[in-house]
Structure formats: structure tokens, C-alpha cells
């Protein structure tokens, strides 16, 4: 009996019979192999294919202008198996204002009009029937939406908000909009729906707006923050209701109370679980007290600032070094950018990169006064005044650095091996870099090419480039010369691609090139268009190189229709029987 129990036959295995995180290995492999609109048509093979690709279709969706894509967008989002993948939500204030204002902007035709369309549309009704079937086929794409009203659009928001349970980041941005009735119903319905699930919220207004929406977004798991302090213009200011104050102390005493009584307290009541605080400013409000006043925060990974480093928006930088300090154990990744100096629009360029400089000198003395700052960090953003002055901070974290930029010095390429040198230990570790660069040549990226193979990510932001306005002609080779001919430009080996893509860099640079290695740069080398000479015109054509098997010259012969030659050149090749 057991003998016969082990012949018996074992059951098929199937694509059931597969974990999930398989198919997700399988499916990611599919996406990153065919286009996405193929890999969409795969929505149907089964469940885990079906939550994939409602992934990536809709994980990011953006309500930033009104148009048809929008409008099919938010009807898609009214099904709440849709809405639920949506992971990242950017918002503009100024699209919901626009939606309000929406009936004031469009008038309604006159009554002959009105009249003129009804006639015309019962005429064409006909007509519109017997294609019917090719319209349906092409409703998404080609109908026009139906008109509907702010509040309904409205409505659809808030409905597709509801249905959104999986939110884990709210990009808000308000600038200096008023908070009214719809709005913040608005708003409130995103607090009820992401209450549980938000991680992330980024939020753009001036300081005056804060108080209200960090009322209406009071989530409770937030354990990253991004604030983007905007700009008040001078004159006047408006207030959350949207009425006017005058300009003076009492504004500037406004917006200090409340970033002290109403954002201090929000980043303080999550001190506990925060993870990452980043400040943007763009207002001339001091923020020295502001970052003396922010709580030790034992869980802090991630800490940026863009704010300007001016006496005048920061007049005691100690509040800076302390968070640095206090959270030097915990900080992985620090981002310190200067920012414009208050009233820049009346000097020139040159004079406010100075003073952006001056700006950064006092911060960076007490960054090198204090050996606990910056040190064991995974990445890295800060000025640099030189090598000389700004490579001591950057050792600090040489042996943990795996992204480094540095801004507002423009290296040579002697500075940028002094950087270099820094990873020298472990080459195969920086896989991120930034830097600007005085001059973009070859060797520089010959240079970085030796001495970091492993480099993922590489911004280079350069003050100027050679010219050659008189080139007309030029040829990049490989190794060795080869004498241009027919038969060097027909290979397609990995050395000609290379030289080809740095022949393409040269003449994208130099608009003057117009030939490669003594042919026309626009010339191909491919089907249909076998042979590059065909591509000339008879009438201007006085010599024509061949070197093919006399098999072919049927075919040459017939695409080749040159009345005004004067020279020929043919080499038989020998075809072997």
C-alpha cells in the first residue's frame, strides 16, 4: 500500500501555487523591460498583476490644473478600489480657487447663439448616428467633457478623497489664497481620510495661513514635515480671511507670534517620532528664535534648511548648530542651502553671490568650531567657500558618505581630484555627486570615470564650456585611426556607438559641425536608407564611392541617377563560388 502511495502522480504546479512576492518580482522585471502601455494590458493575468499596475498608474496623482485629463482622471477616482492605491498627492491652492470662480469666468451665450447651436446640433444628429460606433471607440480621447459646476467638481474631489485610505504623502501648496467655507470642507475631508495612513506632509503658504490649515491638518502618525515659509509681499498683508494689514512692526510681531504659538507647537506635540524637519523661508521673518525653539528630537534622520543665512532673517545662527549638535548621533542626512538675501532684486548678480558667500563664512566657522557636527552622515549638502576650507567638514563623514553636493564654488578640475581623494579608501561607496565645475572638458569625466566606477547619480553644473564656432568636420576614434570609407562607417561595433554618441555630445555643443569623419553627420547607415551617398542630390553629386560584390551594382545602379559625374571609383570584390 505505501508502495503504491509513492507512484501516485503529484499534483501540477500552477500560477496559483506561486507567492505574491514572486509575481511582483515578475511583474517589476516586465515593467522595466516593455513600454508601459504594454505592460498595462497585463492588468488581467491576476491579482497581483491587477494591484501592480493600479500602482503604477495611479500611486502619484497630481490636481494642479483643469483640463479633460484631469476630469477623466477624477472619474477614475470615484471607484474606491481605484482611489485606493494613491499614494502621493499634489494639491495647488490656486487650482481650487480657480474651480470657485469658475461660473464668474465663463458667460453664457446669447439667446440667438443658444438658438443658432440648437439648430446645427439637431442637423448634425443624423450624422453623428451613423458613426456612432467609431465615436464610442474613441469617446476617451476625442468627446468633449460635460460642463459641470465648481461645487460638483467640488464634490468629486471630496468623494475621491474619502475613497483615498492609503495616502502616505499630501503635498499642499496654499501661497497666500484666503480660507473659505468650501475650502475647508475641503480640507477637512483629506484630515478624516488620511488621519491614519499620512507620513509625509509638505506644505507651501505664508506664515499668516498656517495657524488655520495646521488646524484642519492635525493627522496623527506624521513623522515628516517639509514647511515652505512664502514670501509677504510688502504694502500689505493678508490674513487668513483674507483681509488686508497694514505694513510695519505689528506685521512682522504677527508672523513671529504666530510661527512661535502655532508651528512651534505642531513640531514639538510630534518630537517624539519625528524623522525628518525641513524648513523653507522665503519671508524676511528672523527665524533664529523659531530654530532656537525647536525640541531634541531622539528620532531625527533627516534634517534641511533653505532659508537665507543674512543677519536680517537670521541673526544669531547658534539655534542651527545646536539642532545639528543635539542630533549629531542620530542625523544621517543634512541639507544646509543659503538662500537669497532679503531686497537681492536691487544688486546684480555678482554682488549677491558675495553676500550669500559672507553669508555662509560665520555658519561655517561654527560648523568647524564644533567636531560633533556633521560627522557619520549618509549624505551631505552644503556651500562651499573652497577645497581648502570646506573639505575639513566634509571628512567628518568620508567614511559614510554615500551622496555628497557642493554648491556656490565653481571647482577646477585639480580641485575636483582634492575631492576625489577624500573616498579614495572606498571608491566603490559614493554613488551620488554634485558639484559645479569651472570648466566642462573630457578629462573631467575620464577623471571620474577611474576614480568612482560606482557612481549612480551625477549633477554637473558648469560656468562655461570650449567653444569651436569654426569646426565643420570631425572624427572621434577609438584606440586607433581608421581612414574613412564606406566600409568603416557600415560596421556596427561597440566601438563605433561610443564614438558616434561622443560625435552626437560635440555637435548637440558645436552647432558649426556638420560632418563626421568626412561624411554628412545626418547621414545613415541602416535600411532603407543602405547607402549614404544616395542621399545627395543628382544634380550637385560628382563622385560616388563603391566598394561592394558585383551582385549589388543592379541595385546601385537603379538608385542611382546621377547625370553630371565625372569620376567613379569601383573595387570588384572577389565572391567566392
Not at 21 to 47: C, G, K, M, Q, T
Request: aromatic share 10%; charged share 25%; with cysteine.
Amino acid at each position: 500500500m505505501l508502495h503504491n502511495a509513492c507512484k501516485l502522480p503529484q499534483p501540477r504546479l500552477t500560477g496559483n501555487d506561486l507567492p505574491d512576492d514572486i509575481w511582483r518580482l515578475i511583474a517589476s522585471h516586465i515593467s522595466s523591460e516593455e513600454p508601459l502601455h504594454r505592460f498595462y494590458r497585463l492588468i488581467s493575468v491576476n491579482r497581483t498583476f491587477f494591484d501592480v499596475i493600479l500602482d503604477a498608474k495611479y500611486s502619484e496623482v497630481r490636481w494642479v490644473r483643469l483640463s479633460e485629463k484631469f476630469m477623466r482622471g477624477l472619474q477614475r477616482l470615484q471607484n474606491p478600489i481605484i482611489s485606493s492605491h494613491v499614494r502621493r498627492l499634489y494639491i495647488r491652492a490656486w487650482f481650487i480657487e480657480y474651480l470657485l470662480k469658475r461660473e464668474a469666468l465663463i458667460k453664457p451665450p446669447p439667446p440667438y447663439k443658444v438658438c443658432r447651436l440648437f439648430t446645427s446640433c439637431v442637423g448634425q444628429r443624423s450624422r453623428k448616428r451613423l458613426d456612432s460606433a467609431k465615436t464610442r471607440k474613441n469617446s476617451t480621447s476625442n468627446e468633449p467633457l460635460p460642463h459641470l459646476s465648481s461645487e460638483e467638481i467640488i464634490r468629486l474631489l471630496i468623494n475621491a478623497v474619502q475613497g483615498m485610505k492609503n495616502v502616505t504623502e499630501l503635498h499642499f501648496e496654499w501661497r497666500d489664497l484666503p480660507l473659505n467655507k468650501d475650502t475647508r470642507i475641503f480640507l477637512t475631508s483629506t484630515r478624516k481620510a488620511f488621519s491614519s495612513s499620512l507620513r509625509k506632509l509638505v506644505l507651501q503658504a505664508q506664515i499668516s495661513k498656517f495657524k488655520e490649515l495646521l488646524a484642519i491638518a492635525d493627522y496623527e502618525n506624521l513623522d515628516d514635515l517639509d514647511f515652505h515659509f512664502d514670501y509677504s509681499p510688502t504694502g500689505c498683508r493678508k490674513s487668513a480671511d483674507g483681509q488686508e494689514q497694514k505694513e510695519g512692526t505689528s506685521e512682522e510681531d504677527t508672523d513671529a507670534r504666530d510661527l512661535i504659538q502655532t508651528v512651534l507647537p505642531f513640531v514639538s506635540h510630534r518630537k517624539a517620532r519625528l524623522r525628518s524637519l525641513v524648513i523653507t523661508s522665503f519671508s524676511s521673518l528672523d527665524l533664529s528664535e523659531f530654530l532656537s525653539g525647536l525640541p531634541s528630537m531622539p528620532a531625527l534622520r533627516r534634517f534641511g534648511v533653505n532659508i537665507s543665512l543674512n543677519k536680517s532673517q537670521l541673526s544669531n545662527p547658534s539655534g542651527l548648530i545646536n539642532i545639528l549638535t543635539t542630533h549629531s548621533s542620530s542625523l544621517l542626512y543634512v541639507s544646509i542651502k543659503s538662500g537669497l538675501p532679503a531686497n537681492c532684486e536691487q544688486y546684480n548678480k555678482v554682488h549677491v553671490q558675495r553676500q550669500m558667500k559672507c553669508d555662509w563664512v560665520a555658519i561655517h566657522n561654527l560648523l568647524l568650531s564644533s567636531p560633533q557636527c556633521l560627522a557619520g552622515l549618509e549624505s551631505l549638502e552644503i556651500p562651499c567657500i573652497c577645497p581648502r576650507a570646506t573639505l575639513p567638514l566634509v571628512q567628518r563623514s568620508s567614511d559614510t558618505l554615500t551622496r555628497l553636493t557642493l554648491t556656490g564654488y565653481y571647482l577646477s578640475e585639480e580641485e575636483v581630484t582634492e575631492v576625489i581623494n577624500i573616498f579614495s579608501h572606498r571608491a566603490f561607496e559614493l554613488q551620488h555627486l554634485h558639484l559645479e565645475v569651472n570648466l566642462l572638458v573630457s578629462s573631467l569625466f575620464h577623471l571620474l570615470a577611474m576614480r568612482l566606477p560606482n557612481l549612480y547619480s551625477l549633477v554637473l553644473v558648469y560656468e562655461q564650456h570650449i567653444t569651436l564656432d569654426s569646426l565643420y568636420d570631425v572624427g572621434i576614434y577609438e584606440e586607433r585611426y581608421r581612414p574613412p570609407s564606406i566600409d568603416v562607417l557600415s560596421l556596427s561595433t561597440l566601438a563605433f556607438r561610443a564614438e558616434h554618441m561622443i560625435m552626437g555630445f560635440l555637435s548637440a555643443r558645436v552647432p558649426s559641425i556638420q560632418m563626421w569623419k568626412g561624411f554628412p553627420k545626418d547621414a545613415t547607415y541602416g535600411p532603407p536608407e543602405r547607402y549614404p551617398w544616395c542621399s545627395a542630390k543628382p544634380a550637385e553629386a560628382r563622385y560616388a564611392g563603391s566598394d561592394l560584390k558585383i551582385s549589388k551594382f543592379r541595385e546601385i545602379s537603379a538608385n542611382s541617377s546621377y547625370d553630371n559625374l565625372d569620376e567613379l571609383q569601383f573595387r570588384l570584390e572577389y565572391l567566392p563560388s
